[in-house]
């Protein structure tokens, strides 16, 4: 005779579903938004060497002229 799965089992099989297919949506935002982050860290670091590039040209005369002077 077939074992036929109680209606517990059911129950267990139908909430591991749910809960694995909860943490595979979480894996998926959390890697979405990982993504999204590692994208705005890259824009903030070329803003901040933009930044550094024209900070240095802005003070190069200065240096120059007091390098220049006796």
Same mark, same amino acid.
């Given at each position: 005779?077939? @074992?036929?799965?109680? $209606? =517990? @089992?059911? !129950?267990?099989? @139908?909430?591991?579903?749910? /809960?694995? !297919?909860?943490?595979? *949506? %979480?894996? &998926? *935002? /959390?890697?979405d +938004?990982? @993504?999204? /982050?590692?994208?705005r /860290?890259?824009?903030? !670091?070329y803003e %901040?060497?933009? %930044? *550094?590039?024209?900070l240095e &040209?802005?003070?190069?005369?200065? $240096? %120059? =002229?007091?390098? +220049?002077?006796?």
């Amino acid at each position: 005779m077939r @074992d036929i799965p109680a $209606e =517990s @089992d059911i !129950e267990l099989d @139908d909430r591991e579903r749910l /809960l694995i !297919e909860a943490v595979v *949506t %979480l894996a &998926r *935002t /959390l890697r979405d +938004e990982r @993504d999204r /982050l590692a994208e705005r /860290l890259r824009e903030v !670091e070329y803003e %901040l060497q933009t %930044l *550094t590039i024209r900070l240095e &040209r802005r003070s190069e005369p200065a $240096e %120059l =002229s007091a390098a +220049e002077t006796p």
